[in-house]
T-cell receptor
């Protein structure tokens, strides 16, 4: 079945450091891929998405490219801020496997001043 | 409404009791999802509605869990004979575009 695997956290970075959070997936067809973010005390929010191979999703300085050849959707940001501290979830959506968003376990990011 | 609304935000109940959790989706969204999130884990799919019908209920863990959406808008997740292992944050999401789900703040259920 479909699944998403994220790098384990927590990830601790200094402000302005470069961020990469790895995400790989398994799917039977052609899924859409998402990154969701959960800030402390808040609900899940869509951060960015890509619906087909080689698409690049971007938002708030974050980027992720849908790589079919490596079945990956790694999240990157060139210069993180303290306000980026949150839990990041990679997710996959494919109707062949039902109608659910399949989430990874989440990666906690802490950015220190 | 402006976003997905879930009530109550917190619920403490005794083991064996019955609980209902409510979700008001974004107006006009036909798709509605329920997820469960345990501490340190990603959201776990429970059930998906398209309109009034449950299109996929494969994530419901057992027959103590049931959900309805009688008019294609508000949904209620019902848990009978609650157990301590049911304690989690229950998340509701709605979608107007395939896969792009908008989440509520969740209901934190604690079974004591």
């Amino acid at each position: 079945g479909n699944s998403v695997t994220q790098m384990e956290g927590p990830v601790t970075l200094s402000e302005e450091a470069f961020l990469t959070i790895n995400c790989t997936y398994t799917a039977t067809g052609y899924p859409s891929l998402f990154w969701y973010v959960q800030y402390p005390g808040e609900g899940l929010q869509l951060l960015l998405k890509a619906t087909k191979a080689d698409d690049k999703g971007s938002n708030k300085g974050f980027e992720a490219t849908y790589r079919k050849e490596t079945t990956s959707f790694h999240l990157e940001k060139g210069s993180v801020q303290v306000s980026d501290s949150a839990v990041y979830f990679c997710a996959l959506f494919e109707t062949n496997s039902g109608y659910a968003l399949n989430f990874g376990k989440g990666t906690s990011l802490l950015v220190t001043p | 409404g402006a976003g997905v609304s879930q009530t109550p935000s917190n619920k403490v109940t005794e083991k064996g009791k019955y609980v209902e959790l409510r979700c008001d989706p974004i107006s006009g969204h036909t798709a509605l999802y329920w997820y469960r999130q345990s501490l340190g884990q990603g959201p776990e799919f429970l059930i998906y509605f398209q309109g009034t019908g449950a299109a996929d209920d494969s994530g419901l863990p057992n027959d103590r869990f049931f959900a309805v959406r009688p008019e294609g808008s508000v949904s209620t997740l019902k848990i009978q004979r609650t157990e301590r292992g049911d304690s989690a944050v229950y998340l509701c999401a709605s979608s107007g575009e395939r896969g792009e789900a908008f989440f509520g703040q969740g209901t934190r259920l604690t079974v004591v």
